[in-house]
T-cell receptor, first 118, second 116 residues
Framework: KAGVTQTPRYLIKTRGQQVTLSCSPISGHRSVSWYQQTPGQGLQFLFE???????NKGNFPGRFSGRQFSNSRSEMNVSTLELGDSALYLC?????????????????FGPGTRLTVL | DQQVKQNSPSLSVQEGRISILNCDYTNSMFDYFLWYKKYPAEGPTFLISISSIKDKNEDGRFTVFLNKSAKHLSLHIVPSQPGDSAVYFCAATMADRGSTLGRLYFGRGTQLTVWP
């Protein structure tokens, strides 16, 4: 099975611009989560999508948005970029669980998109 | 508010010895815990997990221990190998999200260095 893929891998933007990042989950996975990793804050949860619906949202401003398509692929968008948005953006996919987590339940991460805002 | 904490940013261990990575959490609603390993320029890779109904889970060289009363978990790697050198993240979640893992709360990671 192919893993989680993210495009592009690297991106350089300037302040005020907007950016769209893409994530293709593992085949059959309907849940896609997004995280931001920065040296100071570690991995911070952005949002989760499941069957095209946002199920959970982290504590980020409205400039950060996302969506999921019927094939489970997901995009996240950041508008009006700020210097502090420079980070590694990670996407993770996971299959539906039974509701009781077992030792095989995990989120599978993609390699990330490195965004640099100048 | 950091609900999952890894208080040691780095750990250095000799090859063949035991590595013990620690993690504390504050939210008593967490009932599933995971450990991930991360190399530079790659996404985190799942290592091992434990449910709150257990106090130990073992997979090869990796063992995770959970102490619910202390809200503490640890990852033991025995024996440590140079290839284990990476950043290790502890993560936690709760089963109130229904049928997905939902949101993972991560610690800030511990850089493990295993030297020959």
């Amino acid at each position: 099975k192919a893993g989680v893929t993210q495009t592009p891998r690297y991106l350089i933007k300037t302040r005020g611009q907007q950016v769209t990042l893409s994530c293709s989950p593992i085949s059959g996975h309907r849940s896609v989560s997004w995280y931001q990793q920065t040296p100071g804050q570690g991995l911070q949860f952005l949002f989760e999508y499941f069957s095209e619906t946002q199920r959970n949202k982290g504590n980020f401003p409205g400039r950060f948005s996302g969506r999921q398509f019927s094939n489970s692929r997901s995009e996240m968008n950041v508008s009006t970029l700020e210097l502090g948005d420079s980070a590694l953006y990670l996407c993770a996919s996971s299959p539906q669980t039974s509701g009781v987590f077992t030792s095989t339940d995990t989120q599978y991460f993609g390699p990330g998109t490195r965004l640099t805002v100048l | 508010d950091q609900q999952v904490k890894q208080n040691s940013p780095s750990l250095s261990v000799q090859e063949g010895r035991i590595s013990i990575l620690n993690c504390d959490y504050t939210n008593s609603m967490f009932d599933y815990f995971l450990w991930y390993k991360k190399y530079p320029a790659e996404g985190p890779t799942f290592l091992i997990s434990i449910s709150s109904i257990k106090d130990k889970n073992e997979d090869g060289r990796f063992t995770v221990f959970l102490n619910k009363s202390a809200k503490h978990l640890s990852l033991h790697i025995v024996p440590s190998q140079p290839g284990d050198s990476a950043v290790y993240f502890c993560a936690a979640t709760m089963a109130d999200r229904g049928s997905t893992l939902g949101r993972l709360y991560f610690g800030r990671g511990t850089q493990l260095t295993v030297w020959p």
